[in-house]
Structure formats: structure tokens, C-alpha cells
């Protein structure tokens, strides 16, 4: 009797040390994340002016603002959204609602996930090479913007195919039962039930592509440019590219450290304003596909 | 003659025979009930009969399945026609996420009817004819998530009828259900007996009992016996069925 108290004395002990390392770890990793946003806001809120967001760079950037970048940033993602939303979900709805099961679907899939872990700067090289000199592109908004599509196109096609995998299939038979073709069921049925998660696959691309620098490196990013772009054939400036040009290869670096907290404080505010943004949309589609 | 007749229907899924040698027919305006323990077949062969086994890869069929004495499976067959003719409903009630009004409007408007009155009118017929006007008279417009299970099962089935099916086959249609919503379901398929003939899997003996004129009963894939449901029920010819109603097995 007393052994056994024992044991399950034991046990409880057990779990309590358990449960207890899991949640420390579990807040350790969001503790992290909010000693760097804070050491970011810290040393960066100093800088965040009107101007700031709002002024072109002056005195060898290490005054004034990043305006263009910031633009330039919206316009990367935006070209690189409208290329790679569309395509991701197409081929997505293909493979899953399409293609029957088999080897020609599983090497798809696995050459989508071998896609997604391509280092991004080869992804950098592969685009210069092809929009940038066989396209002739040129080093353009253009060429940058679908260097940034190819990037996230798996992360759209992974994040598209869960969504209409997690359709259930008696939608799809209740639909084919009424006599709707493939094509019907799931325009009208399949996809209406699955975009709002869709739309997470939008939301993670959207931080992804306006953080990353190395594919814009080869293909679109400027130094120093004192004017905004015209046109997608510009090039263009980027946060990113800004960022690490003020912080390692400015004409003076000590002096444009903060304007360096500064934009990447930027940065983060557009990435994390583009997700609520986003899931807004999620909410709103998600309440409006159950109405139309 | 007989409204579906089957002979000698084998099914695989893959190498797996999942139905040996069904031979199994129903008389117009009667309703069948298929009973017997899960992975017994059963739903295996409701499913054959709008070709719903089609969308999955990978299987194979043979033998024969006519209704109104066309085979299904022939070559020259319509599957769209075809499973406009056989309704079907399923487990756990599935409306589209859509209004009321548009659930039941969707099978008229992929079938290609546009004439805006035509379409109302039959909405209005088949949400009367599963007794669920008065509840959903004022809210046509609003989603079919707001139903209650059982409700949203009613327009589930008004959605079936609205494209004029003369066939309807129900996979365990009140599984998912509370009893006063199977009753009112119960009550529903008696009154649309009158019109359809009615394919049943159910899991509940009661309610086979209850609703079906005739019972197949299957095990392990095959079509152990079928005969009237009260012949089934008080005196089946086979043990093996008699050990599976009064629940020594299954």
C-alpha cells in the first residue's frame, strides 16, 4: 500500500517537472520575441518621426528619411503578390481537386517542398539571370517582384492545398450529386468554403517578401536612389536592402545606426500591419462566404 | 418490374474486395433499408448507385446496375444525369455555406435553370415537401449554419429534391441527430415514400423496423438475405441475420 503511494507520489512529481520545463520553455521562446521587438522599438522609436516616414535621405543617408524604400517595399510586394496569389492557388486547386493521387502528383509535391527550401539568394542569382538579363527586365521592380513571387510560391501552394484539403468531401458529393460539374463544385462550393485560410497563405508570403533581401539583391534594390519609381521597369529601393546598407556600408555608419533601428522598426510595423490587415479579411470573408 | 435492379456487383477498392457478388432489387416507391455491422458494405453499395464510388481512385466495379432498366455503368451513360435522377443525403447534415434560399436554388442552377419564378417556385415546393416552410419561411436569406442540426438535414434533403430526383439514397441520415429531429426525419422519409424510392443505410434497428418496407442485410461484403422488413425483423431464414438483429453480434 505504502509502495504504491509511493509510486504515484512519484509520478505526480514526474509530470510536475515535466509540465513546468514545457511552459518554461514555452514562454522562454515568447520572452525572446519580445526582448528583440523591444531592444527594436528601444532603439529605434527615437528616430520614428513624421519626416522619418515621409522624407528621402539626405546628407549620405545619414539624415532624412526612407520614403523611398518604404515604397519601395509596397510595390515589391504588391507585384510579387499578384503573381504569386494567382498562380500558387491555381496550381494548388489543380494538384488537389485534378490530379489523381499517384507518382505524378507525389513528385509535384515533393519538388514544391524541395521549392521552399531553396536558399533565398539562389533564388537571387536564378532571378537576375532569367528577368533580369534574359528578359531584360533589367534591374526592375518588375524583375524583383517576380524573383519575390517564385520565393513564396510555395508557401502560397502548401498553405492553399491544406485549405482545400481541409474541405470536407461531403461538400464536394453533395455538389456532384446535384449534377454540378468538377469545375461547379469547386468554384461555387470547394474554394468560397476554403479562402478565408487561404488567406494565411497570403499573410505569411506578405512578411516573407518584405523582409527578404537577397532576392532583391541582383534584381531590384538601389543603393542610393534620390527619386521614387515610376514605373515596374524602376528600380527601386527596399527596407531591407536599406537596412543593411546603413548598418554595414554607409558613408558613415555610426551615424545612421539609429535611422537603422528606425527602419527596421518600420519594417516590422508593415509586416505586422499587412497581417492584421489580412486577417481581417480572413474574419470578413469567413462571415460573408457563410451569406452569399 | 423494378425501379433498381443489381446483378452480381463486385467491387474493389484497390486489392481490397469490398463487395462480393450483390444482387439486389427494389420495387418503385419502397423504401430499402441496408443494414449490417460497419465496414459490411453497405454504404459501399448505396454509393454505387449515383456512381458516387467514382470520385474515388483507384477502384474497380463489375456486374450490372440498371434503374428504370438503363445500365448505370454503361458506356454511354450521363453521370450528371444520372445523379440528378438519384439524390442523395448524407451522415452528418451538410449544408453549402450559402443562404437557405440558395442551398436548395444551387442544384436548379448548375442543371442550367435561369427562369428566376421557376427557380422560387421549386424552392418553395421542396422546402414544404420536407416540412420546414414554417420555420424558414422568414429567413431565406440568412445562412444555412444558423439551422439546427436537424433542420439543416430537412434542407439538406429539400436541396435533394429540388432537382426532381426519383431516387433518393440516405447514408445514415439521422446518426448525427438528437431523437426528436430523427422522429420528424422518420416521418418525412414515410410521407416521401409516396414519390421516391428510397435507399437507407442505417446503423439503427429500430428505425429500419420502423420506416423500410424491405431489408438487405449485408456482412463482411456480401448480401447475406433481403426480404420484407417484417419477414427480416420476426423470422429471417438465415441465422447469421437473426444473430445480428436481436444484437448477438455486430
Keep these: 500500500m505504502t509502495k504504491e503511494i509511493r509510486l504515484a507520489k512519484k509520478k505526480r512529481r514526474n ?3 515535466a509540465f513546468g520545463l514545457f511552459s518554461l520553455i514555452s514562454y522562454a521562446v515568447v520572452a525572446i520575441l519580445f526582448v528583440i521587438l523591444a531592444f527594436i522599438v528601444i532603439k529605434g522609436i527615437g528616430v520614428i518621426s513624421w519626416e522619418f516616414i515621409s522624407a528621402m535621405p539626405s546628407n549620405g543617408m545619414t539624415e532624412g528619411g526612407i520614403y523611398p524604400a518604404i515604397i519601395g517595399t509596397l510595390c515589391l510586394v ?30 509535384i509535391k515533393q519538388m514544391t517542398n524541395n521549392l521552399a527550401g531553396v536558399p533565398s539568394i539562389v533564388f537571387g542569382l ?10 531584360g527586365f533589367g534591374d526592375s521592380i518588375l524583375a524583383g517582384g517576380l524573383t519575390l513571387g517564385l520565393l513564396v510560391l510555395p508557401i502560397v501552394i502548401r498553405t492553399t492545398e491544406e485549405s482545400l484539403k481541409a474541405v470536407d468531401d461531403t461538400f464536394r458529393q453533395a455538389s456532384f450529386g446535384l449534377g454540378a460539374s468538377k469545375w461547379e463544385t469547386t468554384s461555387k462550393i470547394v474554394f468560397p468554403i476554403a479562402f478565408p485560410n487561404i488567406i494565411t497563405g497570403l499573410i505569411l508570403s506578405i512578411g516573407r517578401v518584405s523582409g527578404e533581401t537577397a532576392p532583391i539583391l541582383f534584381t531590384v534594390a538601389a543603393y ?29 555608419i555610426e551615424a545612421s545606426r539609429a535611422m537603422a533601428y528606425g527602419t527596421a522598426l518600420i519594417l516590422i510595423i508593415i509586416v505586422l500591419i499587412s497581417n492584421l490587415l489580412a486577417n481581417a479579411l480572413r474574419k470578413y470573408y469567413g462571415k460573408k462566404v457563410k451569406m452569399n | 418490374m423494378h425501379k433498381i435492379e443489381s446483378k452480381n456487383v463486385n467491387f474493389y477498392y484497390g486489392e481490397n474486395q469490398a463487395l462480393h457478388d450483390i444482387s439486389l432489387s427494389m420495387k418503385t416507391n419502397t423504401v430499402t433499408a441496408l443494414i449490417g455491422p460497419s465496414g459490411c458494405g453497405k454504404s459501399t453499395y448505396l454509393r454505387l448507385l449515383n456512381r458516387m464510388n467514382d470520385l474515388i481512385d483507384n477502384t474497380q466495379m463489375s456486374g450490372s446496375i440498371l434503374i428504370d432498366g438503363n445500365d448505370i455503368y454503361a458506356k454511354n451513360t450521363n453521370v450528371d444525369d444520372l445523379r440528378k435522377n438519384v439524390g442523395m443525403v448524407f451522415q452528418k447534415p451538410n449544408p453549402f455555406p450559402k443562404t437557405i434560399y ?28 420536407v416540412a420546414l416552410w414554417d420555420e424558414v419561411k422568414d429567413k431565406l436569406k440568412k445562412s444555412a449554419f444558423e439551422l439546427s442540426g436537424g433542420q439543416q438535414q430537412r434542407l439538406c434533403i429539400a436541396r435533394a429534391l429540388a432537382i426532381k430526383p426519383s431516387v433518393l439514397l440516405m447514408d445514415e441520415p439521422t446518426s448525427a441527430l438528437d431523437p426528436i429531429s430523427t422522429s420528424k426525419i422518420e416521418e418525412l422519409i414515410y410521407e416521401l415514400k409516396n414519390k421516391y424510392t428510397i435507399v437507407i443505410v442505417t446503423h439503427n434497428m429500430q428505425q429500419a423496423g420502423r420506416i423500410s418496407d424491405t431489408t438487405a442485410f449485408f456482412y463482411m461484403g456480401e448480401l447475406i438475405e433481403h426480404d420484407t422488413t417484417k419477414t427480416i425483423f420476426t423470422k429471417p431464414a438465415i441465422k447469421q441475420t437473426e444473430d445480428y438483429i436481436t444484437g448477438r453480434f455486430g
Design chain 2, 102 to 129: 440558395e442551398n436548395v436554388a444551387y442544384g436548379l442552377r448548375v442543371n442550367g435553370i435561369t427562369d428566376k419564378k421557376l427557380i422560387e417556385e421549386r424552392v418553395i415546393t421542396s422546402i414544404e415537401q
Design chain 1, 78 to 107: 504588391l507585384v510579387s503578390m499578384v503573381f504569386a496569389f494567382p498562380v500558387g492557388v491555381l496550381a494548388a486547386i489543380y494538384m488537389n481537386e485534378y490530379v489523381k493521387e499517384g507518382w505524378p502528383k507525389k513528385i
Design chain 1, 15 to 17: 509530470q510536475k517537472i
Design chain 1, 224 to 252: 542610393f536612389l534620390p527619386k521614387l519609381p515610376t514605373s515596374i521597369f524602376d528600380q527601386a529601393m527596399a527596407l531591407p536592402y536599406h537596412l543593411y546598407v546603413i548598418a554595414t556600408s554607409g558613408t558613415n
Design chain 1, 126 to 135: 536564378f532571378g537576375m539571370s532569367l528577368f533580369v538579363n534574359k528578359m
